[in-house]
């Protein structure tokens, strides 16, 4: 038996027709990059996350990016940022020309550590960038508190966690800005390259929209050097169509972790993900822990028996040559570090069907029954 980390040829099939015929719509119409389609997505996905607007853009790097030149920084400005999280995270910081802080995680949640965010805040912090990793939101609470008594900004790197809750309050409508990935890998992902940004700020949400056509308000009457950071209207009209199936997919999701906690929750040396903030956990990926320097060994097993996984993340950002220049050195976020080493995604689509996830199960008990 064959279970890939993700099944996207499976996702397509289910929707090729209504999919072929939205695609056929939206060539015929004439209007490919925004326009009244991408118009459409945003209003849904405002509703959807409880945001007053949405700006839809090329990427979720770019949804990043647009943030924080939104927020118009000033040089040496800092943005802290988990140092758990995938690149883009701290990538989008740097390009936006702001200087990144990164932070340790918290061991159960992969999320931030409000603690250690606290430690880190400067007279220079001007946002900080929760991320909501593996569809969990971060412990939101304690981070609003400390940003909004000192006017920092808080931009939710909500990429692969649309649809979760965090104590009653939907993800995309907690920070100033939140930003979400159309990446296909993401639970709602498109069939090609989108993001999109939730504001409830009029101002921010002007911002947003003139930076996305190289910083011009009105047509050629550029203020600042923005970017070409549009969603093709293909994209949207594709969107449209999944995001019916938003709900059900998240379920699925939740089902089947729901039965790997229970099957795999008691062997020793595996730590399954924990729920650690009240709220719906999406599980964009289902991440465990493989105690005892055993993370490799165990991904390798499950390789030669034709089972998908990957590590999410093998380096914390601080270690990465690319941030070198900033000076981190192994030991300044032992948490993150440690998880860099131990955790492992396994197979948590939607579209897994009890027999693959059998067969997961029993793949992970068979190994480990042979240590
Ligand atoms: C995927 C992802 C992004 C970037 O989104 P893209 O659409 O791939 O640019 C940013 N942050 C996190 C946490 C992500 O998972």
Same mark, same amino acid.
């Given at each position: 038996m064959q279970v890939p980390l993700l099944d996207l040829k499976a996702q397509y099939q289910a929707l090729r027709e209504p999919i072929m015929k939205a695609v056929d719509e939206t060539l015929a119409s004439g209007a490919w990059i925004l326009g009244p389609k991408v118009k459409e997505l945003e209003g849904m996905i405002a509703d959807r996350v409880g945001a007053n607007a949405a700006i839809g853009c090329a990427s979720g790097t770019d949804a990043l990016l647009l943030s924080i030149r939104a927020l118009h920084l000033q040089p040496g400005d800092e943005v802290i940022c988990p140092t758990f999280t995938f690149f883009a995270s701290a990538g989008a910081i740097v390009n936006a020309r702001a200087v990144p802080v990164f932070v340790d995680v918290d061991e159960d949640s992969f999320n931030m550590s409000p603690a250690a965010l606290e430690r880190a805040i400067t007279d220079k912090t001007k946002a900080v960038m929760p991320v909501h990793l593996f569809g969990q939101s971060a412990e939101m609470d304690p981070i609003?508190?400390?940003?909004?008594?000192? !006017?920092?900004?808080?931009?939710?790197?909500?990429?692969?966690?649309? !649809?979760?809750?965090?104590? %009653?309050?939907?993800? %995309?409508?907690? %920070?100033?800005?939140?930003?979400?990935?159309?990446?296909?890998?993401?639970n709602l992902g498109g069939n090609g390259d989108g993001g999109m940004i939730t504001t409830s700020s009029e101002e921010i949400e002007s911002n947003l929209r003139m930076l996305r056509v190289h910083g011009a308000r009105t047509k050629y009457y550029n203020e600042e050097v923005g970017f070409n950071s549009r969603l093709d209207a293909i994209q949207a009209a594709i969107l449209m169509i999944k995001l019916e199936h938003l709900s059900d997919w998240a379920k699925a999701r939740q089902t089947n972790a729901?039965?790997?906690?229970?099957?795999? !929750?008691?062997?020793?040396?595996?730590?399954?993900?924990?729920?650690?903030?009240?709220?719906?956990?999406?599980?964009?990926?289902?991440?465990?822990?493989?105690?005892?320097?055993?993370?490799?060994?165990?991904?390798?097993?499950?390789?030669?028996?034709?089972?998908?996984?990957?590590?999410?993340y093998p380096y914390p950002l601080h270690l990465l040559p690319a941030f070198q220049c900033l000076e981190g050195m192994e030991g300044d976020h032992p948490v993150s570090e440690n998880a860099a080493k131990e955790a492992l995604s396994i197979p948590i689509f939607p579209e897994m069907t009890p027999d693959q996830q059998g067969y997961v199960i029993e793949t992970i008990k068979g190994w480990v029954a042979k240590q």
């Open positions: 609003l508190d400390l940003c909004k008594s000192r !006017g920092i900004a808080v931009i939710e790197d909500a990429a692969q966690s649309i !649809g979760s809750t965090y104590k %009653g309050r939907r993800i %995309g409508s907690l %920070g100033d800005t939140a930003c979400f990935s159309f990446y296909p890998t993401k729901r039965n790997y906690d229970e099957a795999l !929750g008691p062997i020793d040396g595996i730590v399954c993900p924990k729920k650690t903030v009240e709220g719906d956990h999406v599980y964009n990926q289902y991440t465990i822990r493989v105690q005892k320097g055993e993370r490799d060994a165990l991904r390798e097993h499950l390789k030669e028996h034709g089972i998908g996984s990957e590590v999410y």
